[in-house]
């Protein structure tokens, strides 16, 4: 059979797409922008007719109708990453989440520690080879197809095509669902002077000709606005999103001098506008690529150079970084921030920033405490920790003693809260 009888035969719309979804699957969901809306709004409208299916997904983006604590036993949603429709439910309880550094998600599936049995998601139309791309998150989705029972695709013309390992063949797939829904679009945070302090104190300490992983948030895009004029800067991310296409347009961005994959940028999704994934669309310079190979840090580590721009909430005065809990409430995930604060660490001349403004909520509460707030998820390890700045200069722990780095923490501290600090510190005996 031809590729073009093939995708004709499995086409169907997204109501009959359900059928091949069994009681009690785990329904693998790509990150953000990959997320297929057609499909997963069918899911919802049809969720009280299965039982004990799993939706697994990092960073939801859209609110669908099983985001609901009533059909939990119908349809349920776990959480490798919390975004916005899932974290209330995270908050409460009824939203279950799987803890795990972003680069290993791909393992955990292919050694079957994490379920999966069916794959929706956004694909590329296919092209004449019976190829489709899913550009949009490689992440996790390509060991998922691996793994699964079946393999369903919302084919959009709006999806771009990208080189790298990203690539299904029509002969992988038992159900393609057409759609041409405007891909949704996440734009650049808000920066303020606070984050442009930060950015300023990050860019300083930037070369040119070094490859960078930006997070996402408004200090790192705060960073990327203050080095249009660096030269030949190279781009090894999980992340590929506006911030990094101005520096494209700057000319700041070249890859010419990075030591792996030069002349090549590497991501494992996309999350922006639709500048962004135009841009994407057939472009030799971006290669998509499975989260196991662009996070895994001894990979990305063979970039000198390797500059790696990440937020965190809380850091206590031996480093520990919390970056995705508010006490013992979940509000993100992981993700890949372990993972690019090691590669920078083994990279040769390489950097990693930990960026956070010194305090919350109006000023209230120090971001830098003695000890992280009971119950909060460490992300980044003490013995990870690299630089942290703030809006009131830079600390560089590594390498440093316990006294030292509370020292250096304070000296960084909103000034309302230093003598605090240091008097807390003393009583602990860590000055």
């Known amino acids: 059979m031809d590729n073009q009888s093939d995708y004709a035969n499995k086409r169907m719309n997204p109501a009959d797409a359900l059928s091949l979804v069994n009681h009690g699957d785990t329904i693998v969901v790509p990150t953000g922008v990959g997320e297929p809306p057609a499909l997963l709004e069918a899911l919802s409208d049809r969720r009280r007719d299965f039982r004990d299916v799993t939706v697994s997904q990092i960073l939801p983006l859209r609110p669908y109708g099983y985001f609901d604590e009533q059909t939990q036993e119908n349809v349920r949603h776990t959480a490798y990453f919390f975004g916005g429709p899932s974290r209330p439910g995270g908050q409460a309880g009824w939203i279950d989440f799987m803890p795990a550094y972003f680069s290993e998600i791909p393992q ?12 929706f998601t956004l694909a590329s139309p296919m092209d004449e080879h019976g190829y489709f791309a899913i550009s949009l998150a490689a992440d996790y989705t390509m060991a998922a197809i691996k793994r ?5 695709l919302e084919v959009n013309p709006n999806v771009p095509y990208t080189f790298g390992d990203c690539h299904i ?9 057409e759609s041409d829904t405007p891909l949704l679009e996440v734009g650049l945070p808000t920066i303020g002077p606070v984050e442009e302090a930060i950015g300023k104190y990050v860019a300083d300490l930037i070369d040119d000709g070094s490859t960078l992983q930006i997070g996402y948030g408004a200090i790192p895009d705060a960073v990327v ?23 494209i347009e700057s000319g700041a961005v070249t890859n010419r001098k990075k030591t792996f994959m030069p002349g ?60 995705e809990s508010l006490g013992t409430k979940p509000y993100s995930g992981t993700g ?14 390489g950097k990693a920033f930990i960026v956070l403004p ?47 780095r509370a020292e250096a923490l304070i000296g960084i501290a909103h000034p309302d809260f230093r003598e605090q600090l240091t008097e807390q510190a003393r009583s602990l005996h860590l000055l």
């Open 108 to 119: 955990l599936i292919d050694r079957g520690y994490t379920p999966s049995d069916v794959v």
């Open 148 to 152: 699964a029972r079946c393999v369903v």
């Open 169 to 177: 063949h029509i002969s992988q797939v038992a159900g393609l669902v």
């Open 225 to 247: 606005m203050q080095l249009k004029e660096k030269r030949d800067l190279g781009i090894h991310t999980e992340m590929f999103g506006d911030g990094i296409l101005t520096l």
């Open 264 to 323: 090549k940028m590497a991501a494992t999704f996309a999350l922006g506008s639709n500048a962004l994934y135009r841009y994407m669309d057939r472009n030799p310079a971006l290669e998509m690529h499975p989260v196991d190979y662009t996070n895994d840090p001894y990979i990305a580590a063979r970039n000198d150079k390797l500059i790696a721009i990440n937020a965190t909430m809380q850091i206590d005065l031996m480093g520990q970084c919390g970056s």
């Open 336 to 349: 890949g921030q372990a993972d690019f604060v090691r590669a920078a660490n083994r990279s040769k001349d």
């Open 358 to 404: 010194s305090t919350a909520k109006g000023g209230t509460i120090s971001r830098i405490a003695v000890t992280l707030t009971p119950g909060t998820h460490v992300t980044t390890s003490k013995n990870d920790i690299s630089y942290v700045v703030t809006e009131y200069g830079v600390a560089q722990l590594r390498g440093k003693s316990a006294k030292q």
